[in-house]
């Protein structure tokens, strides 16, 4: 399923975002950017050891911010980490600070002038994010974006699973009912 915003496509993608070969992979890392499991753990094993490597040099990363290295084994040439907010601690700034995690990864994208990027679902495994709510924060921001900045061309999100496609399917409906299309 996508949309079009513009000139920029947002597509709905099921399946596994180490497999894609976008310019970026954004991963759902935590405060260290050391590693850890879900996706995270998914996207350094692609990477290889490399990429901890690089990862050790950043200094970690505030929630809410994104920092980006190189993609090493992976097919995509980048990797942009965010770090979600955990849903229970955040409280009601959860929602700013899922929105700032898209938000700032594509102002990285865009920085290195990267003009494809995919996106897992930030903060609905460990962090517990309930789907229904993070998949309309997501898009909504990334929506945002795309309207003020014309260089970013195709936002994928590659979502884990039939329950988190649907979620964000449903979301999609919601804000773009007369533009989204199944395909
Ligand atoms: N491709 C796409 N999505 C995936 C993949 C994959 N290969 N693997 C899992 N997901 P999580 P968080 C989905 O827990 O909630 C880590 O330990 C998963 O189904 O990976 O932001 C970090 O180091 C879920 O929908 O990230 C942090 O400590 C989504 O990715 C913490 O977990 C996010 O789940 C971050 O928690």
Known sequence: ????????????LQGDITEQDTDAIVNAANRTLLGGGGVDGAIHRAAGPQLLAECRTLGGCETGGAKITRGYKLKAKHVIHTVGPIYHAAGKKAPELLASCYQRSLEVASANKLTSIAFPSISTGA????????????LKAVLDYLKSHSDIQ????????????????EALRDLWPSESKSN
């Not at 195709?154 to 399917?169: E, M």
């Open 1 to 12: 399923m996508e949309a079009r915003v513009g000139k920029a496509v947002i597509e709905l």
């Open 127 to 138: 962090y517990g994010y309930p789907l229904e709510e993070a998949a309309p924060v997501a």
């Open 154 to 169: 195709r936002v994928s999100f590659v979502l884990f699973g039939k329950d988190a496609y649907q979620a964000y399917q």
